[in-house]
């Protein structure tokens, strides 16, 4: 008789097995084809392989196509879905109510990028305890594609309309690095062999650990002329009640080599240019190295990939508040609320 596959994972010193399905969550909800699905597979896969245990794990999320993925892996456990652009204050006061949970943020380009801007710096510059993912597709994907803060410079609108994206985007990896983050790399999400191992490096890093990964939007690449598209469909139809369809597209993979620039074809025809560091053209502990480089990427229309900086020895937030070993949550009320006449002193200091 089969039995199930199980995973070992370690928990306060103790070694136990949980059952491979632990690791999972939910169906996904989105679109067939979308990267972050792709996403979410290397996650489950990331965690497995590094012994997560789900019961000291908790997820975090903002709002928007990015923020439904921690309902599709570890579904033992908890999650947060914040408010939009809020997730890493959220995830701050978790960290600090319990400094021994492993704390996994995910967010998209539009949650991070354009509102939660200053609370990902903040966070970056806090060196926050959290795996913070952003899954970047250059748009708003749950609300029609709208362009976001990473959209590129004269990007069409995904809806031929004429409209190009006529302001320069951020540089997510160039923003973690200059606020303090002290692990920072971009990927692709059709990319397994460069991404898992990242993944892998990032839920053992001790800090703020921020992974850009390049997730193209597989809903928004219709066009009027099409007789496959939305507008053309509901312009010769008689409908007999109001049904959406998105239809299936294949995830997009590819393998890249270092040193190489890789083109990647998106659905809707357009290209992107990646390109994977060398093992010897970045100094990865170097600040300066890495924006450097970054920036002359940028200049060349690529996108660069790979683990462009870690500073392994920068203390991160929790650690750095001196709190007690024993988790805040975990004390008792008379261990968290002073005395009365501890109050009394404090008082005559004033």
Known sequence: ????????????????????????????????????????????????AVGVNPYNTVKFSGIGCSSKTPAYFLQYSHGFNALHGRMPSVATGAALANRKLLSIGISG???????????????????????YIVENNGCYGLTKGQFSATADLKAPLRRETGEQNTIPPFDLCLEAIMGGATF????????????LPLLKAALTHKGLSFLDIISPCVTFNDFSSSTKSWDWAKAHEEPLQEVGFVRRLPEI??????????????????????RALRHDELKVTDRKSATSLLMESNERGEFLTGLMYVAPDRPDFVTMQNMVETPLSRLPLEALRPSRETLQKIMETI
């Open 184 to 195: 920072v790399a971009r990927s692709f999400a059709g990319d397994k062999k460069q991404l």
């Open 109 to 131: 380009d539009g949650d991070t990028a354009n509102i939660g801007m200053g609370q990902f710096k903040h966070a970056c510059r806090r060196n926050l305890p959290l795996v």
């Open 253 to 274: 993979e590819v393998e890249q080599k270092a040193g190489e620039t890789t083109n990647v074809q998106l659905h809707d025809g357009s290209w992107i240019t990646l």
């Open 1 to 48: 008789m089969a039995t199930e596959a199980t995973v070992l994972v370690q928990s306060n010193g103790h070694s136990f097995e949980l059952p491979t399905l632990a690791f999972a969550g939910l169906p996904s909800t989105l679109c067939k084809g979308c990267g972050h699905n792709s996403i979410t597979s290397y996650l489950i896969e990331a965690c497995k």
